[in-house]
């Protein structure tokens, strides 16, 4: 089945840091959404994309969809303790259920 | 808001015996799901419901069975549990392809 690819897998950063997560697939997407966990919480939807290199921002999260399809990331300007979490991407083909990446944990050194 | 609701935060049960988790929602979504989470392997699906009495299986489905009687709940079982499946478990629906998870269930079989 489909499958994508989320690196890095863990991410320590000093408060004030930039941080950024990858997603990657081998097949052209027709979405892709970002979740967020925060420890001891379970996964809360932040936003979705479908347009082919869109951008989306929410306050400091900056979120990239390739020109391709296939590619996206979530950028996080000047981090926070309170962006501690995990980050996961998801993605689905029609009717299947989304699939999950693996997460990018983010740790926040104050 | 949407609300998905399980029926246990914690639980600790012996192995073989029968476990039942329970997951709630109340925004009338046809679709449900059933995830295990475990450090390191992110979201992996255990199974999945389109419709009442429907039942499909994800990724991991052995050991488990599931049970959707009615739309609104959908039911989680460990015939005999073991060791192996201590974990987080967490419910989802799916509205307007936004997943929405409920609070997870933190498994531990002794």
């Known amino acids: 089945g489909q499958q994508v690819m989320q690196i890095p897998q863990y991410q320590h950063v000093q408060e004030g840091e930039d941080f950024t997560t990858y997603c990657n697939s081998s097949t052209t997407l027709s979405n892709i959404q970002w979740y967020k966990q925060r420890p001891g919480g379970h996964p809360v939807f932040l936003i979705q994309l479908v347009k082919s290199g869109e951008v989306k921002k929410q306050k400091r999260l900056t979120f990239q969809f390739g020109e391709a399809k296939k590619n996206s990331s979530l950028h996080i300007t000047a981090t926070q303790t309170t962006d501690v979490g995990t980050y996961f991407c998801?993605?689905?083909?029609?009717?299947?259920?989304?699939?999950f990446g693996k997460g990018t944990r983010l740790s926040v050194i104050a | 808001d949407v609300k998905v609701t399980q029926s246990s935060r914690y639980l600790v049960k012996r192995t073989g015996e029968k476990v039942f988790l329970e997951c709630v929602q109340d925004?009338?979504?046809?679709?449900m799901f059933w995830y295990r989470q475990d450090p390191g392997l992110g979201l992996r699906l255990i199974y999945f419901?389109?419709?009442?009495?429907?039942?499909e299986k994800g990724d991991i489905p052995e050991g488990y069975s599931v049970s959707r009687e009615k739309k609104e709940r959908f039911s989680l079982i460990l015939e005999s549990a073991s060791t192996n499946q201590t974990s987080m478990y967490l419910c989802?629906?799916?509205?307007?392809?936004?997943?929405?998870f409920g609070p997870g269930t933190r498994l531990l079989v002794l």
């Open positions: 989802a629906s799916t509205g307007e392809e936004t997943q929405y």
């Open positions: 419901s389109y419709d009442v009495k429907m039942k």
């Open positions: 998801a993605i689905n083909s029609g009717n299947t259920p989304l699939v």
């Open positions: 925004m009338d979504h046809e679709n």
